[in-house]
């Protein structure tokens, strides 16, 4: 173990590679061995599991995860890491380092050809801060293979991914993401572990991706627009953001479909759990109303 994720090799790394960190690429790296370690033992890592890292930096978690996974498939977009990997791995054989970024790769098609034979593939990662979401829905929309995640994140949106009904961070998102996996926030990390420090806390989410969904609506892609369009406007009731959503439709139609649901015509979407939207969702279809 060359202990990468310790402030003095860490330091080293940026004084000796001749290496600028670049804030456009979320590069904040993780200086603390316990909470490696904490994030590692969580991930329940075995001989047959293939674990995929988005962003492995110098390779700090990636030491962790190559000494427990079978294999390690590592996206990293900074070609200026690559070497500094290549290097802190060079006696490392089952690590495979792609310098690409994650949103611009079909996960399923790379599992196949970099993890042939995954009977268990999983993703434990620090995220770039800044396409946190845009990650997360690449993984539980595009790909079957996966089958949890475990990654760190802003506090504030381990709050909204994991948030229930009638609370303030609970929206669309929270919904889209309940739909396809369960949650659950593992622990905090306070910003003071990072290099260069951040100018937010953190947050480990276990994501269990749902292996089948028991009522799935009509039109799934649309479902989701449909849950956005919901919330689009806040402070509203989830009536009037209906009627700007479907605006060829009465007023008293669309509370007719609120009340077949058992729902105040006064609710807002804050309210609705995932299965009532489901359930509103498949009450505008069966009445041709969802477009
Ligand atoms: N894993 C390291 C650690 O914990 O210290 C670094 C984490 S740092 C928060 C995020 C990493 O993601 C950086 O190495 C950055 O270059 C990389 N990155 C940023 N955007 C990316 C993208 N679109 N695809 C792949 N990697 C990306």
Redesign the pocket.
């Known amino acids: 173990m060359k202990n990468i994720?310790s402030v003095h090799i860490?330091n080293d790394i940026l004084a000796n590679e001749e290496f600028h960190i670049?804030k456009r690429?979320?590069?904040?790296?993780?200086?603390d061995k316990n909470i490696?370690d904490k994030i590692i033992k969580e991930a329940h890592i075995s001989e047959q599991t293939d674990v995929i890292?988005?962003?492995?930096?110098?390779?700090?978690?990636?030491e962790g995860l190559v000494s427990q996974a079978r294999r390690v498939l590592a996206?990293?977009?900074?070609r200026d890491?690559i070497p500094i990997l290549e290097k802190n791995f060079s006696d490392v054989h089952n690590l495979i380092l792609v310098n690409?970024?994650?949103?611009?790769c079909d996960i399923d098609a790379d599992i196949e050809r970099y993890l042939p034979g995954s009977t268990e593939t999983i993703v434990v990662?620090?995220?770039?801060?800044?396409?946190t979401t845009p990650?997360l829905m690449r993984f539980l929309e595009d790909s079957k293979q996966v089958s949890s995640l475990f990654l760190?994140m802003q506090a504030e949106v381990a709050d909204r991914v994991t948030s229930a009904p009638n609370t303030k961070a609970y929206g669309a998102l929270s919904v889209v993401i309940n739909y396809r996996a369960i949650t659950k926030v593992l622990f905090s990390i306070p910003r003071s572990v990072?290099i260069p420090r951040p100018n937010v806390d953190s947050a480990v989410v276990m994501f269990t991706i749902r292996k089948e969904i028991e009522k799935r609506p009509t039109d799934e892609k649309k479902f989701l627009m449909f849950v956005h369009q919901c919330f689009s406007q806040r402070r509203k009731t989830l009536l009037n953001n209906l009627r700007q959503a479907f605006p060829n439709q009465t007023r008293e139609a669309l509370e007719n479909h609120l009340i077949k649901c058992n729902l105040a015509v006064n609710i807002r979407a804050e309210s609705l759990t995932t299965a009532a939207f489901i359930m509103l969702w498949q009450n505008l279809v069966s009445n041709n109303i969802k477009d």
């Open positions: 994720g860490t670049k690429f979320g590069q904040n790296f993780l200086v490696l890292e988005i962003g492995p930096g110098f390779g700090a978690l990636t996206y990293e977009i900074d890491l690409q970024d994650i949103l611009a990662a620090n995220l770039p801060y800044y396409i990650i760190m990072f």
